[in-house]
């Protein structure tokens, strides 16, 4: 089985890159992509970690913003991470959530929640991104709400009034720079529309013009209809489709495996990217 698209304490996940190497193998997980928001700060252990029967494909969730201020996640993998330009824009994202942070903990302090920076910082493991599941964290924590899915349905949400973004490339500029990082540029979930607005199906060739090379089909916040859809636009496009779980630890339901990507356009992605670097013991 292959799942590429998974999260650990380095961002919003609840395990260690080694937790998540060791619960994908016993999931019966042959290739595990490790894809934490904005950040390759995982790979290392997760390298240091591998096990035999289990190859790793090193990547991030790359936080985006359409000029019309939709959300846009794009998964990169397989790429250089010395690859100064990119490495920038994930630094300068993941320092730009810090302000924003702080913005959205003023606006819920105004609504009569008394949270704190630091409360929000116990949450999160040395060297982590930050981001709202730490937040959604440490309000269940001081007992506001029962549980992330509570704290984003109710406090959260990209359409709440707390809500505030953060700075984050253009779809379009992460892919170029996936792309001359020498890696592979994947859209995570581009119909999971209960959680904001979603690009239009129109916009798809746009980034492929930029060099995107696969959607992410198979995900659970994607309908059966949403599914046809998006495997129309990839046959249309000549873009990969893939499928993957998002696991997040305890931090979602989601469960390693429980959506995947074939081999066959695994090993089509594999071969868009610069070089071999995929990761086996
Ligand atoms: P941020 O990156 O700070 O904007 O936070 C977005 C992250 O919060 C997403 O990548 C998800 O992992 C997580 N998230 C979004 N909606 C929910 C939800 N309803 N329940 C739990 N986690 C969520
Ligand atoms: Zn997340
Ligand atoms: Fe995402
Ligand atoms: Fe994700």
């Known amino acids: 089985m292959i799942d590429l698209h998974t999260h650990t304490s ?24 490790l894809t934490d928001h904005d950040t390759v700060a995982g790979w290392d252990e997760a390298i240091s970690h591998l096990r035999p029967r289990i190859a790793l494909v090193p990547g991030a969730e790359i936080s985006c913003q359409t000029e019309d201020g939709i959300s846009v996640h794009m998964l990169g993998l397989l790429f250089d991470r010395e690859n100064k330009e990119l490495a920038d824009v994930l630094e300068q994202t993941r320092e730009n959530r810090i302000g924003r942070m702080n913005k959205i903990i003023a606006r819920l302090n105004g609504a009569g929640y008394e949270i704190t920076m630091s409360d929000v910082q116990e949450q999160l493991s040395d060297g982590a991104t930050l981001g709202r599941p730490h937040l959604a964290d440490a309000l269940v924590a001081k007992g506001y709400l029962k549980s992330r899915e509570e704290v984003f349905a109710e406090l959260l949400h990209n359409n709440s009034p707390h809500y505030v973004a953060h700075y984050s490339p253009t779809p379009e500029v992460a892919i170029a720079l ?104």
Request: hydrophobic content about 40%.
């Open 10 to 33: 380095f961002s919003d996940g609840t395990d260690s890159p080694t937790e998540l190497i060791n619960k994908a193998l016993a999931s019966g997980i042959s290739t595990i992509g």
């Open 178 to 281: 996936i792309k001359a990082a020498g890696g592979v540029a994947v859209i995570a979930h581009p119909m999971a529309s209960l959680r904001g607005r979603v690009i239009s199906t129109e916009t798809f060739k746009d980034y492929v013009s930029a060099g995107l090379d696969g959607i992410e089909v198979f995900h659970r916040d994607q309908s059966a209809e949403n599914r046809e859809l998006l495997i129309n636009i990839a046959s249309e496009l000549s873009l990969v489709v893939t499928g993957s779980s998002d696991y997040h630890g305890n931090g979602k339901l989601n469960q390693l495996g429980e959506s995947t990507t074939s081999p066959e356009e695994f090993f089509k992605l594999e071969s868009k990217a610069n070089a071999r670097r995929v990761i086996k013991l």
